[in-house]
């Protein structure tokens, strides 16, 4: 451990080379040996701080809040673009804060671009029945002026 510039804050512990933690009275157990000190034939834990880690919570204790009904009411529907692009930001914010998997926000991501792959659809087809109009209008103005030309 002093070789990559740590040191133990309790004096009463030595790291094994194999990450382990002893207590400064027991004997280094051999590699694959269990965590007991056979000293004191008690558990030493690798990590005698984790009880500080563990309490202040972490990304699993944060998933448990984003529940469906959160979901649904912060996302709402799906249905224009202005809704994609709501969606996009929210998920991007939530995927920042670490409340969704990857997967979850890849599949989430995937399911923007299929809408706006539909929308973009609506609009295409809209604007081509919007010119097919337009093109049976002129040729059926171009028709009469031919008929009226023609004697």
């Known amino acids: 451990m002093e070789r990559m510039g740590f040191e133990p804050t309790t004096p009463w512990l030595q790291s094994t080379a194999w990450g382990r933690i002893l207590r400064a009275h027991c004997t280094q157990p051999a590699r694959g040996a269990p965590l007991r000190c056979a000293a004191c034939a008690t558990r030493t834990p690798a990590n005698p ?29 799906l249905d224009a673009l202005e809704d994609v692009n709501r969606w996009l930001h929210r998920i991007g914010l939530w ?57």
């Not at 701080?49 to 469906?68: D, N, P, Q, V, Y």
């Not at 926000?105 to 671009?113: D, S």
């Open 95 to 151: 995927g920042a804060a670490g409340l969704l998997p990857g997967v979850v926000l890849g599949g989430l991501v995937r399911t923007c671009e299929i809408k706006l792959r539909v929308l973009e659809h609506e609009v295409t087809r809209e604007v081509v029945e919007q010119l097919r109009s337009r093109l049976e209008e002129l040729e059926s103005q171009v028709k009469q002026r031919n008929l009226a030309v023609i004697p």
């Open 49 to 77: 701080e984790i009880a500080i880690h563990a309490s202040a919570g972490g990304k699993a204790k944060a998933r448990r809040h984003l529940t469906l009904e959160r979901v649904e009411g912060e996302l709402g529907p």
